[in-house]
């Protein structure tokens, strides 16, 4: 009997400058080896979902690379906050024709239209707010750029997008996340890519697909409307080792270990410890790489060190309460190498032990715990 191939899904959601992360996590399912069937997008999910029709991960990386806000709205090159509102209280909203001339650039129609990878993106009507799932098949000749265009329409910061006579506005206030969409064309596994950004998704849902795999940064990726190169190049970093994580290829929550580097609760510590003394989360560590990084970025604070340490012995002596105002301490690497040496001394009988201080500290005293386990104060 003839196996039936699965139909494997790749979603990518809304999030404007965001989307550098899709393109960092379609390069690591590519290097996987993940063959994807189907593309569905919402907004930057779906410029970066013809690119992933087109079968273009070249170009998708070299656009992310080179792009710039000026390059999308009609503001000049290295403008201030202050030039977009005037171009969006002026013009009521932003112009892109700079991303068309963009899309008209990067993207092959014919070639998408050809493509064995299906495509759809979501738009939605500016005057009904009716939502509109359209495929690839379903758009007329040389109006598969008209409708990416209209996706990306985020109204009121640029204006609606017209096709036909009707103006279509962002897909992401209907379905930022159109997982259901690839489901309904037949989609078996899905991978969907999320953004954290503005627009309606159902996570309740999403938690009922056994078949999808999310993806999703723990990370801020910043705000959705400026186009740097520098943060696109950082985000699509994060975009392929969160990918990697989620595949078990590396170790991980925040930052990124190579596989088998520390256990699942040493693991933990030094995500915290990693966070917290804010070690660059673009790498990848090995055990060594990792310590001598720490141990580095702990040097800056050596001698603020026994200041914290008398703040600290006199918050511990005061009680449990005084402790919660730990919380609000602003320079949280000097509480965490004065809890360090409170647990390296006292042990067991450390305040730090007890689950009040575990509540309103965890991170630090996570950290804390790694940095004694592998003496580095």
Sequence with gaps: MKKIAKKTALVLSGGGSRGAYEAGAWQALTELGIEI????????????????????????VKLWKEIETHMI??????????????????????????????????????????????????????????????????????????????????????HSYEIDGVEYIDGGYADVMPVKMALDRGADEVIAVYLNALGLVDRKSLSKISNLTLIESRWDLGATLIFDTQHARRIMRLGYLDTMKVYEVFDGDYYTFARGTFDKTTLKCADAAAKLFELDPCLIYTKDHFLRSLRNAMETCDEALDKSLDCLMLHECSGMDAIRELKNVANKKLLTLAISENLKEKGADSIFTHRTALRIVPDCIAAARFINKYGLL
């Design 73 to 158: 709205f009609d503001v000049p090159e290295g403008f201030k906050m202050q030039d977009y509102a005037k171009e969006f209280v002026k013009n009521k909203g932003a112009s892109t024709t700079g991303l068309k001339k963009l899309m008209e650039k990067y993207y092959d129609e014919e070639r998408i239209r050809k493509s064995p990878v299906d495509f759809g993106v979501v738009v939605v009507e500016k005057d009904t707010l009716k939502p509109h799932y359209v495929f690839k098949d379903q758009m007329k000749p040389g109006q598969l750029i008209d409708y990416v265009m209209a996706s990306a329409s985020i109204f009121p910061a640029v």
């Design 37 to 60: 069937d189907l593309v569905t997008g919402t907004s930057v999910g779906a410029i970066n979902g013809a690119m992933v029709a087109q079968q273009d991960l070249e170009n998708t």
